[in-house]
């Protein structure tokens, strides 16, 4: 009796600590109310930080997208999203983590922590000179703070998932559903260059159609006077009375820019007058190419005016690249050679007044013409005729006449008109708060 | 004294030679000018021609080559080449072909770059209302801005050469020029400021570095 007593006695215990050891391993089995959900689980990097105890519950941010940044060279994914409804003040979130993974499911790695706030992120191919960096981050103003992970380098042309984490204090991380996928592709033209093309286009336009006028009116097409380049033919002439030769400095510029290739057309006009006088002609050079060119243009210069047994590769000489070196050896040609006449025209930066000083102590006729706008006002100070910016460019036109060039200066100016009628109806609209002409002109790098 | 010293002093006199050497030519020019100019022409030319082998050279045509076996870089070396057929009296002619291609691509990029960066975003930095109101009040920012275009279309007219400078092109142009010279003056008295802070520190150096009078 007492042993079934016992047993009788003893079956409520058994009972109560068998069903409490059945809802213990019920509850082991379902996740705990802090813990994320075992899919989710495989998708986080096991070399990411594991999520402490949850304490604070945070809601994820929404509206995760993902898309190939446009314009590119096809090295960014841009992402954006809304931020969580905890990320507030007194919210719980303090950071976002963006995941990337190759795979919908799983594989997800971290590829950057970026501060609470932050809605938009550019996962992209890290740049070994941050100089390179074609553009900011879609949200520069955000206080993002990438901490890109090295180890997984984004890969262009690479279909790839993300996912973005709102992360509280305990470092619980609340995701976001999946964005993907998005393959970054190089893109062939620039949607925010189209200003650019448009007026290329424009002026190619104007250019062949006043080129073709020109032709047809040949030189009676008008071009206003101007003092600066007339007195070139004037210089020359000098020159060629008094005996001694006439200095032509071509500037700092590299071949291809635009003063120095204006350059080498007055340069010709020159060398074609010298040849024709008899003058002696100088050309020291600074750029080696530019020499190189300088001597084709003199010498074909000097065989269109009937000349060719007067020209000598010694007068278009180089001297050194360096600019102060330069100058010195200028200044000293200068001096030494008693040139009558001095002839700056290309791109001229600080030797621009000290050559000009030089040849105005020596009594030189001076003239000059450049486009670097710091370097005019001691060409206007210390020369006789100066050719300020563009009337460079119209100087070779005025002088040779050629159709060619004619129609191009003609359709500089159609573009200057064309200019001034956009700001003026620009400036009329903006004033009452509409900016169509603005952003017709903005150029989105 | 010690040996340091000692280097310092004579480096110091070399320098200062050379800077005398150079203000000599505000006298007039000299043999002291003629030796600091061709010992400075000299070196500068040498080391340019060492600084190209090392910075251009190697990096962008011999190691590609040699080291990454790219073949491509073979073009441009060869176009390169072809430079030096200049010096020959029958296949001068083929010098041009790089040089056409150079000024050709060169021309390529720039015309666009400059249209865009010295065209489009003028004209958008000029585009500014001039009508501002604040707490609806006329605010002076709004005189700034039409003062800015005035001065922007007005200088545009003196560069345009297709119309005679007569009657209201005239005048806008001879006020467009006189803008123009304005602005031209500020920069011309800033540039001088700093022509003579320049001055300022080599006499600095003769000064206090060479001759110790000024400590």
Redesign the interface.
Known sequence: MSGHSHVRNGLPVILIAGWVCLACAIRAQEPSPGALPPAIQTMIDTTAPIAEPVVLRIAPPALLAAVDAPNDAGKAIDLSWTVSPDDRVDGGVTAYRVYRSKEEGNGFVRIAELAAGTVAYSDRVQQEDSAEEEAPPPDAAAPAVPTADESHPFEIGVPYYYRVAAVDTTGYEAFSATAGPVRSIPQWYHSG?T??LV??LV?FVLVVVLIQMAKIRGADM???P?AGISEIDNAIGRATEMGRPILYVMGLG?????AT?ASYTILARVARKTAEYRTNLLVPCNEP?VM??A??TVKNAYMEAGHPDLYSDNMVFF????Q???V??V??LM??ERTATNCYFGKFYAES?LLSE?GNIAGSIQVAGTDE??Q???F??TCDYTL????LY?ASA?LGRDPLLLGA??A??Y???I??L???L??IL???GNEI??NL???NL | MDKAQLIAIIWNTIAAFFTISVFSFMYKDNFMYKIAESIVVGISAGYFTVLLVWTSLRPKFWEPIVNDHNYWYLIPGLLGLLMYFRFSPTLGWLARYPLALYIGIGSGIAIPLQLQTFVLTQVKATILPIHVMVDNRINPEGINNFLIVVFVITALIYFFFSLDHKGIVGRSATFGIWIIMIGFGASFGYTVMARVSLLIGRIQFLMSDWLPIVK
Do not use: C, H, W
Not at chain 1, 254 to 258: K, M, V
């Open positions: 260059k200003p650019v007026l290329v002026f008008y071009i206003r101007i590299a071949p291809e820019e635009i290739i190419i190189t060119i001597q084709e001297v050194t690249s360096m102060f070196a330069y010195a050896a200044n000293g001096l030494r007044l030089a706008v710091a005019l006002p001691f206007v100070t300020i910016g563009e009337e119209a005025y200066l003609k500089q100016d573009i200057k008109a200019v001034m956009v700001i003026f620009g400036v903006i004033s009452f002409i603005l002109v903005t150029v």
